[in-house]
């Protein structure tokens, strides 16, 4: 699906701003708040407004709302423009968190599942180019078992509905990215597929366009000066690129691939630009290669998380955080644990950060309830628990998110899973046919997921069906608490184990201590900030011993929201940052690691390169 953009046959008009607000009266006690039965059919009776980007649940101080399972309702006016006669008139919907329903005054006119993709609808016969239409757009935020991520909703004594799920961040809803209105021509391009290559100094370009009906199409290639570099005059096709400039990690490079669809006369009708940069990625032995090179991962777990704005995507914080990984030698991050707004992918694309990019598979595993709940064990996949259906939603946001990703050059890896019972009966089933449904969308890039502490070496069900093997593990602070000592022996042997066995590249994935800033101790004191340190000193000693290991992710990034929980307190607190963005300690300690590294894998002796490596490897 393509990014709405403005070009010289299209036009976009954003939709952000304050929407009126009100939840479903069928679960919300109150009157001046809630919506009627049928709220798209005349103006919300409410004295609510909410903005458009952000989730609704931190903005008000009624807890009913922050804490309401079902159906939300936005709405505003919308005037289409009047020079928009003759044109397709399209309504976008970036994210509804976590079913949508989009309707035009009283007729719906589109609906979607699943809360971090999009989807849009053509309602050229629903307006008129100068006339005003009321938009009103409903949000329910419940989790199932068929629903990504899964989720359980009971009723409480007193006639409360009440959402749990298994995922350790704080289930935000609504509206958390932009919604848009825009034209596009009769005959339009409707898709763009770019996969490029290498072959010595010259780039290849393997294009597909897809347009609505049969046209005449023609590409050209553009450089970053906005030279043309190479052309076509099919809607497939080869370009090749004569001395290409590389997309690289730390050094990105783009080129525009401008496709003009033309009418009969080869006069243009619809055109449409999309970037592209010219990469390889590859998993050749126990390395993992971009442009033929070993690359080493440096980075993060993130969340889109930010107080009051809860997943509501922020420009500025946006440009804050990455530039934070800039200033201590990150050189990627992973999505966890669902995909990113597309303007954060573009950044990346544009910035030279490498991303790993997961659906929002998270919580397929029930050893966790029964871990932290103390209820019976469970089979996590079985016809009661996670079945056909619930792989059925599995794969469509598989699909969705190649759909919508695919043309990055910043991703070069698809995550279709987070922590999932790999271990149990079952398991291999279930992710199977998900692990060929990723390499026939989208043969180029190498496929993960990301292994919960209970899946070892031994009893892992899936580990082979993968390229890359992402393992999450907190050995020092669920296991071996406070004994770091006995933390570093625990995790070299398991690393070794899956080395050993498996013959692939691993990287750990997830791998933290949970700090409070400003408590200190001399002793190995968890939540200190001295244990933080010493916590990522022990890991890194154990990852330089493993030949095959390509890459850590510490979690988090900053620190973030979580649900109510004895064993979380103000939310997860692992960030090398805070929820604010105000460096602890360690958030120095890696920028001391990983800055003279410059992608490269640290030496099995602990001596590293010298700081100015990294500049070097950028020029």
Known sequence: MLKPRSTATRELVNLDGIWRFAVDRGAYRGTDRAAGSEPWTGPLDTSLEAPVPASYNDLFTDSAIRDHVGWVWYQRPVRVPRGWAGERVVLRVDAATHEGKVYLDDVLVAQHVGGYTPFEADITEHVRPGGEFRLTIGVNNELTSVTMPPGTITVSQDGRRKQTYLHDFYNYAGLARSVWLYSKPVVHVDDITVVTGLDGTTGTVDYSVETNAPAAVRVRALDA???????????????????????????????????????????????FTEAFGVRTVEVRGTQFLIN????????????????????????????????????MGANSFRTSHYPYAEEVMEFADRHGIVVIDETAAVGLNLAVESGLMGTPPRATFSDETFNEDTRAAHAQAIRELIARDKNHPSVVMWCIANEPSSNEEGAR???????????????????????VMFATHENDRIADLFDVLCINRYYGWYIATGDLATAEVYLEGDLRGWAERFGKPIMVSEYGADTLPGLHSIWDTPWTEEYQLAYLEANHRAFDRIDAFVGEHVWNFADFQTSNGIHRVGGNKKGVFTRERHPKAAAHALRQRWLPLGGRKPSSTGEQPRPDAAEETRK
Do not use: C
């Open 292 to 327: 033929g090179e070993p690359f080493y991962f440096t980075g993060f777990g993130k969340h889109e998380d930010t107080p009051v704005r809860g997943k509501g995507h922020d420009d500025a914080y946006l440009v804050h955080d990455f530039q934070l990984m800039e200033w």
């Open 225 to 271: 000066d906005g030279i043309q570099v190479a052309s076509g005059e099919s809607p497939n096709g080869t370009l090749r690129i004569d001395d290409v400039m590389l997309w690289r990690p730390g050094a990105a490079y783009l080129y525009d691939l401008v496709v003009d669809v033309l009418d009969g006369d080869g006069e243009v009708v619809d055109t």
């Open 429 to 451: 089933e279930y992710f199977e046919p998900l692990v060929e449904l990723t390499r026939k969308l989208d043969p180029t890039r190498p496929v993960t997921y990301a292994a």
